[in-house]
């Protein structure tokens, strides 16, 4: 027996000696091509039966003589049925060997590929990165972060009541028989959700409008098909419907007696339809067009400036021809305003809405035709925000935390130029994070270690290829939000596709954050107020 385990001990050893895939260094260069590899094999096979040979002549010179005949006949009955069972262990053992490094060698290179690209990028990661210290990052909140908060109150001050005096005459200059109906502004992104911080200071504002009585807006969002590709759940499209269109009332389908009415389309609340009802559709379909949809809203704007100008003291200009909804205000003394003004379609009775193009994007890219409307949830993120301060603990840091990422991205996008990461994806970072994490977590003396939550958790996103949307498919998503349930029960819509579909872009990205966080420290450091030298300080820390 134990003569048994040796022989397999010694060949087992031999074997993994001269396997190349564990000791490259004696065989550096794996054969590429079938015949190289089977010629190889068959040369493996003739050593491995030489040494077994030697070993066996070996072993036979080691074993004592038989003491008697009856030994004799036994003992080699014993030792062949040892060696068969040895044998078969190691042939067992080194067809395994042989299946792993055929596996290994089908597998390895495309797997080392992909992971060379999506998770090396110059040996980086977050645990190697130094961040601000919690002194300097506090000194940097108070000195940069509050001063520019304050601006931003007044410049929102100024925004609101401007944008209700121009829309206010947008609706006299307009025909209500034949134009789109206006209605009261929104406000929503960063500006009102406290935590813009990167001049200069936009405020965002989205402008519901409908088309004239009896037409209506038949919005459908593609998140509800199961036939829409992934890159593209986050749109939908829009049917302009007309009297001809109302085939989902029961009136349109039975025969209501004299003294009945119904209160949907009551024939005495119908207008007479204008036969220069401008309905903003594409050609040749009754859907929707972006395009239509800003001329149209950049003449009234225009039209609607001309009847107010001469109460204002102040130039009001398009500051993107692009984007017709970008409007710039320049005052006599230089200072100048800008926000963004943008026409959208309610989603139902639901705070959802179809947006033609979000003024932070490009027009070229964002969209795949003009019949194409985006969904924002801008409404319902500005609403969980608030929603959730309430429970935090005062002067939470969570905000700061967006603030200081948003501010840290901007300067890398300077130096490197933009990438395929956006402060949209920051914040949805930072609000997943929320749900996560306690709310006692997020007191302000956790400034730092939330921050670097968010860079772990930005990281482990970049590297999966995956960011969740927060609003679709979150089934962690409070009741509170009162979305829609068709979003919330929906797949989840992953914000970071792109990344799959654009190799370049992603490794452009992924560079892009790596320096970002080997610099914030400096970054922070430049714009914050060197604390004086002393002992107090040094104990501070």
């Known amino acids: 027996m134990q003569a048994g385990i040796f022989k397999v001990c010694l060949v087992v050893i031999t074997a993994i000696v001269n396997h190349p ?26 050593n491995l039966q030489l040494q077994q040979l030697e070993l066996e002549q070996l072993l036979s010179r080691q074993e004592p003589p038989p003491e008697d005949d009856t030994e004799t006949e036994s003992k080699p009955t014993e030792d062949e049925s040892l060696w068969d069972f040895w044998s078969v262990m190691s042939m067992i053992v080194f067809l395994m060997i042989e299946v792993w490094r055929q596996d290994f060698l089908d597998k390895s290179p495309q797997e080392q590929s992909k992971e060379e690209d999506d998770f090396m990028v110059n040996g980086s990661s977050c645990h190697g990165v130094s961040f601000p210290s919690k002194t300097m ?25 401007f944008a209700d005096d121009l829309l206010e005459a947008l609706r006299s200059v307009c025909n209500r028989d034949a134009d ?47 036939s829409i590709i992934p890159n593209q759940q986050s749109y939908g499209t829009i049917l302009v419907c007309g009297p001809e269109d109302q085939s989902g009332c029961v009136c349109d389908r039975k025969k209501l007696g004299e003294d009945m009415l119904c209160l949907l389309h009551n024939p005495s609340s119908k207008k007479k339809v204008t036969k220069d009802v401008n309905l903003l559709c594409s050609k040749e379909s009754n859907y929707l067009d972006t395009d239509q949809v800003m001329k149209w809203f950049q003449t009234a704007i225009t039209k609607a400036w001309g009847r107010i100008s001469h109460k204002y003291e102040f130039e009001l200009t398009f500051n993107h021809l692009d984007y017709p909804g970008a409007l710039r205000v320049k005052f ?41 409307w985006n969904l924002s949830f801008a409404v319902y993120e500005r609403r969980f925000l608030k929603d959730i301060a309430k429970h935090l603990p005062g002067n939470a840091c969570h905000l700061s935390c967006l603030q200081i990422i948003t501010f840290l991205h901007s300067k890398q996008c300077d130096i490197t130029g933009p990438s395929g990461l956006t402060s949209y994806h920051l914040k949805t970072v930072l609000l997943h994070l929320l ?14 270690d939330r921050l670097r939550d968010m860079f772990k958790s930005l990281e482990k996103c970049l590297l ?44 452009k990205t992924l560079s892009m954050f790596y320096e970002m966080l080997k610099n914030a420290t400096v970054v922070i450091n430049e714009y914050s107020f060197h604390l ?10």
């Not at 749900?435 to 003396?445: A, G, K």
Request: aromatic residues 12%; negative net charge.
């Open 435 to 448: 749900l996560t994490r306690s709310y006692y977590d997020w007191s302000n003396i956790m400034l730092e």
């Open 21 to 46: 895939l564990l000791f490259p260094s004696n065989n550096s260069a794996l054969p590429t091509t079938d015949d190289l590899i089977i010629q190889k094999l068959k040369e493996r096979e003739e």
């Open 332 to 372: 006599k003394s230089g200072k100048v305003i800008s926000f963004n003004i943008s026409p959208v379609v309610q989603y139902d009775d639901s705070d959802l809405y179809f947006i033609s193009q979000f003024p932070s994007m490009d027009r070229a890219t964002d969209l795949a035709s003009s019949i194409h």
């Open 137 to 161: 990052l506090a000194i940097f909140h108070d000195q940069y972060i509050r001063t520019t908060t304050n601006d931003a109150a007044r410049t929102r001050e100024f925004v609101e009541g």
């Open 180 to 226: 789109m109906e206006v209605e009261d502004s929104i406000c929503v992104g960063s500006m009102y959700e406290n935590w813009r911080l990167n001049k200069p200071l936009i405020c965002d504002l989205l402008v519901p409008f409908a088309p004239p009585e009896p037409y209506y807006f038949c919005c459908q969002p593609w998140i509800t098909s199961k």
């Open 532 to 541: 004086p030298t002393g002992p107090s300080n040094k104990n501070s820390h």
């Open 464 to 507: 999966e290829k995956r960011l969740n949307h927060f609003m679709i498919g979150n089934s962690k998503l409070p009741e509170t939000v009162s979305l829609p349930e068709h979003f919330h029960t929906a797949e989840p819509l992953n914000l970071f596709r792109s990344f799959v579909l654009n190799r370049d872009l992603y490794q």
